[in-house]
C-alpha cells in the first residue's frame, strides 16, 4: 500500500532565502509523481510532474528531483517570496492504478 | 479557456440529508476524478470516471456515488451526510483517459459542512 510522507510539516523562512521541502514515498512502482500549490481554501494547481524515468524537472524558480529508488523526491525553491506562501503537497500516482495518493502536505510561509 | 468549474463553492447540509456536488472539467478533458480533504489532509481520492463510467474507486462507501455525463461534466452525490462528511471536495481534470503523465487540473472545490 502506498504512502506519502512530507517533511516538515510547517516551515517559515524570511525572504530570500533558498529552501527545501521533502517528499518521500513506500512503493518504488511509480508512473509519475506532481508537486501541487494549494492556497487556502482553495484547489491545487499542479507545479511540477515527474515521470519515473525522469531525474528532475524545473520549471522558473522550483526544481524537482526524484529518486525512485530511495523512494524520495524535493521540491527546491529558489530566492523564495511573499507570494510563494502556500501548503504545497506531493503526490504519487502508482503504476497499475490511476489514483493519486497524496502527502499532508508543507505550510510554507515566507516573510517580507 | 475555461478551467475546471465546481458548483457550488459552499454548501450546508444536515446529517441524514443527500447533497449533489457538480464539475465540468477543462475544455478538450474527458476524465473526470474527485477527491475529498479533510482541514489539514491530503486529498483522499473518491473516484474517476471515464467514458461514462466508474474506472476506478477508491476507499469510499456506497453512500458515495456519481456519475459523468456525454459531454464530460459528472457530479457527486453523497447519502445520508454523517458529521464526518464535512471536508473540501475537489474535482480533477485531464485528456485521454488520464494518459500516463498526464497532469491533473483541479477546481476550486466545494466546501461542505455537515451539522
Known amino acids: 500500500k502506498q504512502e506519502v510522507t512530507q517533511i516538515p510539516a510547517a516551515l517559515s523562512v524570511p525572504e530570500g532565502e533558498n529552501l527545501v521541502l521533502n517528499c518521500s514515498f513506500t512503493d518504488s512502482a511509480i508512473y509519475n509523481l506532481q508537486w501541487f500549490r494549494q492556497d487556502p481554501g482553495k484547489g491545487l494547481t499542479s507545479l511540477l510532474l515527474i515521470q519515473s524515468s525522469q531525474r528532475e524537472q524545473t520549471s522558473g524558480r522550483l526544481n524537482a528531483s526524484l529518486d525512485k529508488s530511495s523512494g524520495r523526491s524535493t521540491l527546491y525553491i529558489a530566492a523564495s517570496q511573499p507570494g510563494d506562501s502556500a501548503t504545497y503537497l506531493c503526490?504519487?500516482?502508482?503504476?497499475?492504478?490511476?489514483?493519486?495518493?497524496f502527502g499532508t502536505g508543507t505550510r510554507l510561509k515566507v516573510l517580507a | 479557456d475555461a478551467g475546471v468549474t465546481q458548483s457550488p463553492t459552499h454548501l450546508i447540509k444536515t446529517r441524514g440529508q443527500q447533497v449533489t456536488l457538480r464539475c465540468s472539467p477543462k475544455?478538450?478533458?474527458?476524465?473526470v476524478s474527485w477527491y475529498q480533504q479533510a482541514l489539514g489532509q491530503g486529498p483522499q481520492f473518491i473516484f474517476q470516471?471515464?467514458?461514462?463510467?466508474?474506472?476506478q474507486r477508491g476507499n469510499f462507501p456506497d453512500r458515495f456515488s456519481g456519475h459523468q455525463f456525454p459531454n464530460y461534466s459528472s457530479e457527486l452525490n453523497v447519502n445520508a451526510l454523517l458529521l464526518g462528511d464535512s471536508a473540501l471536495y475537489l474535482c480533477?481534470?485531464?485528456?485521454?483517459?488520464?494518459?500516463?503523465?498526464?497532469?491533473?487540473?483541479f477546481g476550486s472545490g466545494t466546501q461542505l459542512s455537515v451539522l
Open positions: 480533477a481534470s485531464s485528456l485521454g483517459g488520464q494518459a500516463v503523465n498526464e497532469k491533473l487540473f
Open positions: 470516471y471515464y467514458e461514462e463510467e466508474e474506472r
Open positions: 475544455s478538450g478533458h474527458d476524465t
Open positions: 503526490a504519487v500516482r502508482t503504476s497499475g492504478t490511476y489514483k493519486y495518493i
